[in-house]
């Protein structure tokens, strides 16, 4: 079972105000919205679940254990590089985790540096001695909450209907944090071809929010 410090530690890591300028980004859903691909509540969550279960949310959660089990994290880093599909989502993960190692070698007093962001995650948790269930299960609700955010700040969506659809994304987080625990990259895969199209039309997209 988790130690108190270790939930309150991944807690400050996934919280909004830890500095890692996630509100910032849309990972292409800025688009989807501008599009009318996402409208509503049904077609937020519909967008965020599928994400979240066929493309980056369960690849990254796969990054995040492979990095918890590797001695060495580079070839996990280059392949999560790789895997990026476009400009922006590159962008989005290497700033982010840029962010991420400088505030918790700050805070944690570990070494990190120059990591994407699932991989320094992975890393962190494993350096802190975090449990790996436990932080991909609150990256992805962390990631699905600002995702959603998105959709609250531009459809708009109140409140109420928002927390509603990250309330029911808990078991599958939880879900997927178990399947990808072996952290084998041999099952990595995306066919959310949708965002990741949105995310390459959000490059030239000519009003926009969000950097990506």
């Known amino acids: 079972m988790p130690t108190d410090h270790a939930t309150l530690t991944l807690a400050q890591w996934f919280s909004p105000a830890y500095p890692i300028g996630a509100f910032a980004y849309s990972h292409g859903s800025e688009w989807a919205i501008e599009a009318g691909d996402v409208h509503d509540q049904a077609t937020l969550g519909a967008w965020v679940r599928d994400v979240l279960t066929f493309g980056s949310g369960r690849n990254d959660a796969l990054f995040i254990a492979a990095a918890y089990r590797a001695q060495d994290v580079t070839y996990v880093d280059d392949m999560c590089r790789a895997l990026a599909p476009s ?12 962010a991420f190692c400088d505030i918790t070698s700050a805070v944690s007093g570990v070494d990190l540096q120059g990591l994407t962001y699932p991989v320094a995650v992975g890393r ?7 449990p790996l269930e436990l932080t991909s299960q609150m990256y992805l609700q962390s990631f699905a909450s600002s995702l959603i955010s998105v959709g609250i700040r531009l459809i708009p969506l109140g409140q109420r209907e928002g927390h509603m659809l990250i309330h029911g994304m808990a078991g599958l987080c939880c879900t997927l944090a178990e399947q990808t625990a072996q952290g084998d990259l041999g099952d990595l895969s995306s066919t959310t ?15 926009r929010v969000f950097r990506t």
Do not use: N, V
């Open 87 to 98: 400009a922006e989502r590159l962008k989005e993960t290497d700033l982010q985790g840029a």
């Open 124 to 130: 962190a948790a494993q350096l802190c001695a975090l």
């Open 193 to 207: 071809f949708l965002p990741d199209i949105a995310s390459m039309k959000h490059e030239t997209q000519y009003a």
